[in-house]
T-cell receptor, first 115, second 114 residues
C-alpha cells in the first residue's frame, strides 16, 4: 500500500501545453509538499500546504498552480510549459509536532520532459 | 551562504572502508534533522533521523551539534549497496512562512567499489 503516490510517472509534452500532476498520501499527514529536482540533482521546494492551506510558496513562476482539495491530496497544474520546466517533480508529506517533525515520505517522482 | 551545505564528493571508497559525511546548516531555529538516501532515478528515502544525543543504526552513526550547526553521518564497513547519494535535510520549526520546510543539501555521492 503506497504511502505517497503521484501520477503520472512520466510526462512528455510539447512546449506551450498545460499539464497536471496528481499526488495522494494515505499517512494522515497534515503537510504536503512539491519539490523540483533539476538536472544537477538539487531538490528545491516549490510549495507546501498544511491542512489545505498554502504555507510555502517559493519563487515559482505563476504558471505553476498547486491545489489541495483536502489534506490527503496536493495537485500541481502547469500552464504554458517551457523547456526549462523539464525536471523530476516530487510530492512529499510530513507531520509536524511540538518539538519536531516526522520524516517526510516521497512519491516516486514525475519525470517531466518538455520538447 | 547556502541554507544547508554538504561536500558533494564524489567519494569513491573500497568495500569495508569507513566514510564520513558532513553537513552544516545556517538557520539556528531549525527543528528536525535527517539523513536521506537517494538511488539513481528514485525518490529520496529516510536513512535515519539525527538527534543531539547521537544515534546509531547498525553500520550508520549520525551526530548533531546544535551549537556548531553541524550534522555528520558515519558509515562503517561500506557495502557495494551503500552506493547512492546521501542528502542532509533540515526542517524548519513551527510558525512563520517556513513552517515545516524541508531544506536539502546538494547531496554527497558515494561509490563503493569491490
Amino acid at each position: 500500500d503506497t504511502a505517497v503516490s503521484q501520477t503520472p510517472k512520466y510526462l512528455v509534452t510539447q512546449m506551450g501545453n498545460d499539464k497536471s500532476i496528481k499526488c495522494e498520501q494515505n499517512l494522515g499527514h497534515d503537510t504536503m509538499y512539491w519539490y523540483k529536482q533539476d538536472s544537477k540533482k538539487f531538490l528545491k521546494i516549490m510549495f507546501s500546504y498544511n491542512n489545505k492551506e498554502l504555507i510555502i510558496n517559493e519563487t515559482v513562476p505563476n504558471r505553476f498552480s498547486p491545489k489541495s482539495p483536502d489534506k490527503a491530496h496536493l495537485n500541481l497544474h502547469i500552464n504554458s510549459l517551457e523547456l526549462g520546466d523539464s525536471a523530476v517533480y516530487f510530492c512529499a508529506s510530513s507531520q509536524g509536532g511540538v518539538t519536531r517533525w516526522t520524516e517526510a515520505f516521497f512519491g516516486q517522482g514525475t519525470r517531466l520532459t518538455v520538447v | 551562504r547556502k541554507e544547508v551545505e554538504q561536500d558533494p564528493g564524489p567519494f569513491n571508497v573500497p568495500e569495508g572502508a569507513t566514510v564520513a559525511f558532513n553537513c552544516t546548516y545556517s538557520n539556528s531555529a531549525s527543528q528536525s534533522f535527517f539523513w536521506y538516501r537517494q538511488d539513481c532515478r528514485k525518490e529520496p528515502k529516510l536513512l535515519m533521523s539525527v538527534y543531539s544525543s547521537g544515534n546509531e543504526d547498525g553500520r550508520f552513526t549520525a551526530q548533531l551539534n546544535r551549537a556548531s550547526q553541524y550534522i555528520s553521518l558515519l558509515i562503517r564497513d561500506s557495502k557495494l549497496s551503500d552506493s547512492a547519494t546521501y542528502l542532509c535535510v533540515v526542517t524548519s520549526g513551527a510558525g512563520g512562512t517556513s513552517y515545516g520546510k524541508l531544506t536539502f543539501g546538494q547531496g554527497t555521492i558515494l561509490t563503493v567499489h569491490p
